[in-house]
């Protein structure tokens, strides 16, 4: 009998192995799939107009409150877009014009004008919302807020492709 008790400890082995390389393939494909920054531009439905490039001077921090977001153009001419929520418990944040800086009234997180962490408790930057910009109107798209675990150059948005306009 131990012959069978090792076929069923090998078919359990073999079973245990296609269920984990099922869910190695199942992450692998959430992952990309939430990565893909292109599929999240292809779904916009509802992107929301901001206004246009000169509109906003560089270094400004404008609040489209009831969009729940600020557009930032950062001083190389960049856009980001960044949740108001605060990354800790979710409190709005509110921009401090003296200090440069985003300031939760909850628990006295600060972020810098990117988004990044400059004071805990919270650990995160803020979250993006995707922008583009189409013939001088920068528009945001307001359905998709984009968590983020660092900062990235590749999150700012620039007129000019090439540039930095
Ligand atoms: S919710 Fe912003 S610091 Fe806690």
């Not at 073999?14 to 190695?24: D, H, P, Y």
């Not at 999240?40 to 001077?57: E, H, M, R, V, Y």
């Not at 950062?74 to 856009?79: E, K, T, W």
């Not at 004008?113 to 920068?138: K, S, W």
């Amino acid at each position: 009998m131990p012959k069978k008790g090792m076929q069923k400890r090998s078919f359990f082995k073999k079973l245990w192995a296609g269920i984990g390389l099922l869910a190695g393939v199942e992450l692998v494909w959430l992952t990309l799939n939430f990565l893909s920054p292109k599929k999240q531009k292809k779904d916009i439905k509802n992107l929301f107009a901001a206004g246009k490039i000169k509109n906003f001077s560089r270094n400004s921090v404008t609040p489209f409150r009831n969009r729940n977001f600020f557009l930032v153009r950062l001083q190389n001419g960049g856009f980001i877009a960044l949740s108001i929520k605060c990354s800790h418990l979710g409190c709005n944040i509110e921009w401090d014009e003296n200090d440069e800086k985003f300031v939760c009234p909850c628990h006295s997180s600060w972020f810098t004008i990117n988004g990044d962490v400059m004071h805990a408790p919270a650990t995160r930057p803020l979250a993006t919302l995707p922008i583009i910009i189409e013939n001088g109107d920068v528009k945001i798209n307001t359905n998709v807020i984009l968590k983020r675990n660092s900062i990235e150059d590749t999150e700012i948005v620039y007129a000019d492709k090439h540039g930095k306009t």
